[in-house]
């Protein structure tokens, strides 16, 4: 995202879009990929809601949120690019208030990765899982990636 010092993140939080939704897909590519027809769409407080359980210690993947919420829905699987945008509006929505914290940080990219798109980048995320007890890892030569070190052991288990 740019200009995060301009944009009012906690009203987006609650700004659904008419969502929840569910829609049936006839793209046969998208029903092969992700195994269904029936997609849903979480508004993103919802995705705030599941961010704020995760207790210290513990990860979770926007996968294992995306999943979370189809099983919830009965769809077939949940909408994968508002899922990382709203991920993303949820974190910068707490680094914008004052009280009421979520612990974004503890919201990982597939394979446990960090995300860059948080506020102050992999390094503040970094630093707060590391602060909370967990290694990070760094992975590439040019494309530098960096990863929770055995983050299958971490994970929080919804529902």
């Known amino acids: 995202m740019a200009n995060e010092d301009k ?14 939704k569910i829609q049936t897909i006839t793209d046969l590519k998208s029903i092969q990929k992700y195994g269904g027809n ?9 995705y705030d809601k599941v961010m704020k359980s995760v207790p210290r210690g513990k990860v979770i993947t926007i996968g294992q949120i995306r999943v979370y919420f189809a099983k919830l829905n009965g769809a077939d699987f949940t909408e994968p690019i508002t899922a990382g945008v709203f991920v993303s509006i949820a974190a910068w929505a707490s680094y914008q208030r004052s009280e009421n914290e979520t612990p974004y940080w503890r919201t990982l990219k597939a394979n446990g990765e960090l995300n860059p798109k948080y506020p102050g980048g992999m390094e503040a995320q970094k630093e707060r899982l590391e602060a909370e007890g967990h290694t990070i890892i760094q992975k590439g030569r040019k494309n530098i990636k960096y990863y929770v070190k055995d983050y299958e052991d ?3 288990e919804l529902g």
């Not at 029936?38 to 508004?43: E, G, T």
């Open 7 to 20: 944009k009012d993140f906690n009203s987006m939080l609650y700004d659904s879009k008419d969502m929840p």
């Open 38 to 46: 029936i997609m849903y769409f979480a508004p993103p407080i919802d």
């Open 154 to 156: 971490a994970l929080f």
